[in-house]
């Protein structure tokens, strides 16, 4: 039988790890009202998929893996206004895609082309593109967000014991429940259906060629990374075969049943473990909660969703930018290595675009070397 103080040690790092996930809501809920509000998705089915996701890989990776709507296709999608059939067909070519890279070895192969730097590179430009975009989210209720904001530091310094995302959780569900109405209860029903080829082409020529690079260079080969950085031995399972592989397979089947096209990201990675998640079991809880609110709210979800204060969500947001830019920390004494990190991540947040960043980078770095080899000959 347990004693008082092992069930207080349970309990203590149940807080932690629930605290761990919630870290990634910051970029999960807005992404997913904008889907739903702009581009006609069902938020059953959207919900669904993604908390199915999260469950799927928390038990196979065994840490807490992010799942996040593909940014590159979600901006490009918001901002058209493309129907989400043609984005369910580009989910699945993507997923069809992922899936191939990762059988032949491809993503492994290439994966070893880039270096600490780029990677390191990618970091810092992400890192300082959820700063920018949380000053947007934070701006939407200035008080809001200056109360988080000091409750986050004097939790994260002076009571270090208490799992940060606890008191902001609490903060937020007073301001939610003073704010949100769910008139209806119960799931919208969900419809599986084939695309047509005019949708996969469309998907596939305006949604996943921006979409791949990025893909790879944040959500595989960053994230591989992060991960090892972040979990250790414990992120055994995860490298440039099974994170394609994993994403791939759930895209096809989100895709089939009007889900959004996935990923998982780096970025994402780093907010579950700085706010608290130390294993599999925060990706089980956010999973979970995920399709409760999918299966419970489903018709209500955009109001449950949008009654979160978004400055509260900015606050995150910008937190685990800032953690996130420095991962560069540990390349700090390598001045050529800064140096392309520093061209990735200026030119990737200045272009709001990730992938030109990289390619820079890789460019500057294979050169430097080509260069250097010839002046030893």
Known sequence: MKSSNEYLDSARRF????????????????????????????????????????????????????????????VIAIASGLGYTVINAAGIVMGFIL??????????RLGQLFPTSVIRGIQLGLGAMLVKTSLG???????????????LIVTMTLFKRVPPLIPLLALGAVFSFKEMSLAVIGPVAVAPALPSWNNLWQG???????????????????????????YGEKADRLNLKNIPLSMGIANIVSGLVGGAPMCHGCGGLTAHRKFGATSGKSGLIIGFFLIGVG????????????????????????????????????IVNDKKAVFVAFTVGALGFALSNLTIGFLAGLTIHYGLSGIKKIVRV
């Open 204 to 230: 596939f020529a305006v949604l996943v060629v921006p979409q791949l690079a990025l893909t790879f260079g944040n959500a595989i080969v960053a994230t591989n990374e992060t991960g090892r950085l972040l």
């Open 99 to 108: 899936i191939l890279i990762s059988v032949t070895g491809m993503s492994a």
């Open 137 to 151: 989210l934070m701006s939407t209720d200035i008080v809001i967000a200056v109360a988080a904001g000091i409750i």
């Open 15 to 74: 807080l932690w790890e629930l605290s761990g996930a919630f870290g990634d809501i910051g970029v999960l809920f807005p992404l997913a009202v904008a889907l739903i509000a702009k581009n006609g998705f069902n938020p059953t089915a959207l919900f669904l998929m993604a908390g199915m996701f999260y469950v799927g890989s928390a038990l196979y990776f065994r840490i807490t893996m992010p799942v996040q709507p593909m940014k590159a296709m979600a």
């Open 295 to 330: 299966l419970l709210c489903g018709r209500s979800a955009l109001a449950a969703i949008k009654a979160f204060p978004a400055s509260i969500l900015g606050v995150l947001l910008c937190y685990v930018g800032i953690q996130h830019s420095l991962f560069i920390k540990d």
